[in-house]
């Protein structure tokens, strides 16, 4: 067979075990793959040869009979998590020649499912961006096209390598991670499926923190199904995680059966957009309409405080930064800048973080630390906070009152042209996380699923957002929209 790293999971999955291929061959495949795909700048740390070995070992369990839930497929990993012995430095200068002695909780599971390691995905420095504009090893490049321009198109960020990989068939899956919308978006943006799980849902030790209380790890796949199977070896509980949510992990591939009959689907208004393109509002249109026609019910909602989240989100993400990125001082590991005779402590932590930290990184960082200081403590921080907490209340409104799902686009567009966004004011590529962050926020699941090609020929996606820790219904709900859409364009090979 050739070209087998253009099956899904789930395809993938059952061709092993009836023993119709290897995954050795699954695995070379996939390495061929990226190696043909250098332009695409996805892989920044390639591990061909711990992907051969845990293959070889995969295929000796398939053998025996004994093989776990994922073994024997080949996944990516985003360099946000850190794993023993492989470089691990969150696009970031700062953490140049840094090799954990250990691994990520999710990573581990990963491994212990049976998944192979193809190397690490670029993405955003330390998570801090739409594009993957940000990275220490330069931008990923989407494989998409925009009609017949040349031009190259971001994949979202910040899990851009991650989006990257998996829409151009160079890894079955990929892990990413997700702030404000750093899953939802690169999947939006590349035609692929992608869930944030409830806060809580998957351990967040040994991934590199960005904003403790929003992170939140989670599956980039081809399809509805594939995020279930790989979100499910990627949860659990944590004793090294204290916010790691000490419940059962259900079956959630066995959860799809594509009935939503009966189910409430609410639409807010308030994500009705001033400027919001007409190509965008069809889609969301004709996304309810696929659930009514599927046995939805849709109903119109409130979620009133939706326009204070994006301001609240940067200032607590920001704030939240400042304090974890306060460790990366030059001193324990990663890089330290080169010092002049009379240079001090004081010194080399100024010249270590003003070398190794990117531009967004040091905004960021820099305003977390004003918002958090003595005066404006009360005024940014604390008013953010409560914020917050209003717009997670929204949400448990309006699942009490029965609705059981609520259906937003993903994104503002489809994605837009590398070098379009970056020299123009910051807070034009804080917008594309308008429909995302509030779903942090509230520490709920959400998923993007494909549903559609804009003028252009780019993927559009819609948003999917469900109770806490109820990511089987949410992926059902997904399963049936992704289903009515039938989406399977992809993207022409030109790299």
């Known amino acids: 067979m050739t070209e087998l790293n253009?099956?899904?999971?789930?395809?993938?999955?059952?061709?092993?075990?009836?023993?119709?291929?290897?995954?050795?061959?699954?695995?070379?495949?996939?390495?061929?793959?990226?190696?043909?795909?250098?332009?695409?700048?996805?892989?920044?740390?390639?591990?061909?040869?711990?992907?051969?070995?845990?293959?070889k070992a995969a295929d000796a369990r398939l053998v025996q009979g004994d093989a776990?839930?994922?073994?024997?497929?080949?996944?990516?990993?985003?360099?946000?998590?850190?794993?023993k012995g492989v470089a691990s430095q969150a696009a970031s200068g700062i953490l140049e020649g840094f090799k954990p002695e250990y691994e990520s909780t999710v990573s581990q599971q990963l491994q212990d499912a049976g998944a192979v390691m193809l190397g690490k995905l670029n993405m955003d420095e330390f998570a801090m961006g739409s594009s993957n504009e940000t990275s220490v090893y330069g931008n990923a490049v989407s494989p998409w096209r925009r009609g017949n321009d040349d031009a190259q198109l971001t994949p979202g960020g910040s899990s851009g390598g991650s989006a990257s990989a998996?829409?151009?068939?160079?890894?079955?899956?990929?892990?990413?991670?997700?702030?404000?919308?750093?899953?939802?978006?690169?999947?939006?943006?590349?035609?692929?499926?992608?869930?944030?799980?409830?806060?809580?849902?998957?351990?967040?030790?040994?991934?590199?923190?960005?904003?403790?209380?929003?992170?939140?790890?989670?599956?980039?796949?081809?399809?509805?199904?594939?995020?279930?199977?790989?979100?499910?070896?990627?949860?659990?509980?944590?004793?090294?995680?204290?916010?790691?949510?000490?419940?059962?992990?259900?079956?959630?591939?066995?959860?799809?059966?594509?009935?939503?009959?009966?189910?409430?689907?609410?639409?807010?208004?308030?994500?009705?957009?001033?400027?919001?393109?007409?190509?965008?509002?069809?889609?969301?249109?004709?996304?309810?309409?696929?659930?009514?026609?599927?046995?939805?019910e849709i109903v119109d909602i409130s979620l009133p405080h939706t326009k204070y989240a994006l301001p609240a989100y940067y200032v607590i993400a920001p704030a939240e930064a400042s304090s974890n990125l306060a460790r990366y001082d030059g001193v324990r590991y990663g890089h330290r800048a080169t010092l002049e005779a009379g240079d001090g402590i004081t010194e080399m932590y100024e010249k270590t973080r003003a070398e190794g930290f990117g531009d967004e990184v040091q905004r960021r960082v820099m305003i977390g630390t004003y918002v958090l200081?003595?005066?404006?403590?009360?005024?940014?921080?604390?008013?953010?906070?409560?914020?917050?907490?209003?717009?997670?209340?929204?949400?448990?409104?309006?699942?009490?009152?029965?609705?059981?799902?609520?259906?937003?686009?993903?994104?503002?567009?489809?994605?837009?042209?590398?070098?379009?966004?970056?020299?123009?004011d910051p807070v034009q590529m804080y917008l594309n996380d308008v429909f995302t962050v509030t779903v942090n926020l509230a520490g709920l699941p959400g998923v993007s699923v494909p549903a559609g090609l804009d003028t252009q020929g780019l993927p559009l996606g819609l948003q999917l957002i469900g109770k806490p820790w109820e990511e089987g219904d949410l992926l059902n709900t997904a399963y049936a929209l992704e289903t009515a859409a039938g989406f399977v364009a992809k993207p022409g090979q030109w790299w």
């Open 166 to 296: 998996v829409a151009a068939d160079l890894c079955l899956a990929a892990t990413g991670t997700d702030t404000g919308g750093s899953i939802r978006q690169p999947a939006a943006f590349t035609g692929i499926t992608g869930i944030k799980p409830t806060y809580g849902r998957c351990s967040r030790w040994g991934i590199v923190a960005f904003a403790s209380s929003l992170d939140q790890a989670g599956p980039m796949t081809k399809n509805v199904r594939d995020a279930a199977i790989m979100l499910e070896a990627m949860c659990g509980y944590d004793a090294k995680d204290s916010t790691s949510a000490d419940l059962a992990v259900p079956n959630f591939e066995a959860m799809l059966t594509g009935d939503i009959k009966g189910k409430k689907i609410g639409i807010p208004r308030e994500y009705r957009m001033d400027g919001m393109p007409a190509e965008i509002e069809k889609l969301w249109a004709d996304g309810a309409a696929m659930l009514k026609a599927a046995g939805a």
């Open 373 to 424: 200081s003595a005066g404006f403590y009360d005024a940014y921080y604390n008013r953010a906070r409560r914020v917050r907490t209003l717009i997670k209340k929204d949400f448990e409104d309006v699942f009490a009152a029965g609705v059981d799902a609520i259906l937003t686009p993903a994104t503002p567009s489809a994605a837009f042209g590398l070098g379009e966004m970056t020299d123009a």
């Open 6 to 55: 253009k099956l899904s999971l789930a395809e993938a999955r059952d061709l092993l075990r009836k023993g119709e291929t290897t995954s050795v061959e699954l695995t070379q495949s996939c390495l061929t793959a990226i190696d043909a795909a250098d332009a695409l700048n996805a892989f920044v740390h390639k591990t061909p040869e711990i992907a051969l070995d845990r293959a």
């Open 68 to 83: 776990p839930a994922m073994c024997g497929l080949p996944i990516g990993i985003k360099d946000l998590f850190c794993t």
